[in-house]
């Protein structure tokens, strides 16, 4: 894992906007701020850096590219779930 790379998946609007929709599907309120707060939580998932990485290296750093496709929903699901968990027992 890259902390540069983990840097640029804080920082990915778009992955933000998936991770947004997705915590308010589950019903956590003001999802955007939650989003926002656990962001760097989200940016260090195992796995995530790896899958960011590989895939903009396929696309030989396109910079219309997004890499963070390769984050999948399932991905974006399992992440938001188990920071979610890890709120409600700290809380």
Do not use: N
Request: net charge negative.
């Amino acid at each position: 894992m890259s902390y540069l790379t983990c840097y640029y998946l804080s920082e990915a609007a778009r992955l933000r906007a998936r991770l947004t929709a997705c915590a308010a599907s589950v019903g956590i309120p003001d999802p955007e701020s939650w989003v926002y707060v656990h962001r760097w939580k989200f940016a260090a998932m195992p796995g995530w850096a790896e899958k960011y990485d590989q895939d903009w290296a396929a696309h030989d750093g396109d910079p219309d590219y997004d890499p963070t496709v390769a984050i999948s929903d399932d991905d974006i699901l399992a992440a938001v779930t188990q920071v979610r968990g890890s709120d409600e027992s700290a809380g």
